[in-house]
């Protein structure tokens, strides 16, 4: 079945820091791959996505790309700010269906 | 437009207590998502429905749990005979069906916090 995997948290680091958060998925059809974000108090939203091989995704200084032949959507933002803290969920929406598998959440803290 | 909308934000019952949870979706989306979340881990697909059609329906979904969305509106799910591994956070989540169902985007609500004491 489907699956995604992303690096435990917490990932904690100091403002203007660079990220990587790491994800990695098997599925068994032509997935596209999200970035969802949880601040706080809030509900999921969706970051960035992409729906193909080598598609790259980006929002808000938020990057990522789709890589088939290691199976991997890292997520990399080159300066964090405060404001980033939140948690992270890295997800795959496989061909032909309409259900969103989420890895565990990596969750970020930034430092002033 | 005022985002999806669950009610209660939080729930507290007894085992073997049923419980229901409401979701309304945002005006004029015509699909809709149920997702559970337990703590430390990402959310799993519940069911979906198009309308008031429920399309999918996850392994997850045990005849205890029923979900509804009459009028093609609001939806809500239902949890007969509670036990305490259904304790988790219930997500609900609205789209609009696009042209390209690649640009498909989920609105999350906050999600209803269930304790099964």
């Known amino acids: 079945g489907d699956s995604v995997t992303q690096m435990e948290g917490p990932v904690t680091l100091s403002e203007e820091a660079f990220l990587t958060i790491n994800c990695t998925y098997t599925?068994?059809?032509?997935?596209?791959l999200f970035w969802y974000v949880q601040y706080p108090g809030e509900g999921l939203q969706l970051l960035l996505k992409a729906t193909k091989a080598d598609d790259k995704g980006s929002n808000k200084g938020f990057e990522a790309t789709y890589r088939k032949e290691t199976t991997s959507f890292h997520l990399e933002k080159g300066s964090v700010q405060v404001s980033d803290s939140a948690v992270y969920f890295c997800a795959l929406m496989d061909t032909g269906r309409r259900a969103l598998t989420f890895g565990s959440g990596t969750r970020l803290q930034v430092q002033p | 437009d005022t985002g999806v909308s669950q009610d209660p934000r939080h729930k507290i019952t007894k085992r073997g207590q049923n419980v229901t949870f409401r979701c309304d979706p945002i005006?004029?989306?015509?699909?809709l998502y149920w997702y559970r979340q337990t703590l430390g881990q990402g959310p799993e697909f519940l069911t979906y429905?198009?309308?008031?059609?429920?399309?999918?329906k996850s392994r997850l979904l045990s005849d205890r749990f029923s979900a509804e969305r009459p009028k093609g509106s609001f939806s809500t799910l239902e949890i007969q005979r509670t036990e305490q591994g259904d304790s988790a956070m219930y997500l609900c989540a609205s789209s609009l069906r696009p042209r390209d169902s690649l640009n498909e985007k989920l609105f999350f609500g906050s999600g209803t916090q269930l304790s099964v004491l």
């Open positions: 005006s004029e989306h015509n699909r």
């Open positions: 599925a068994t059809g032509y997935p596209s």
């Open positions: 429905f198009q309308n008031e059609a429920q399309l999918e």
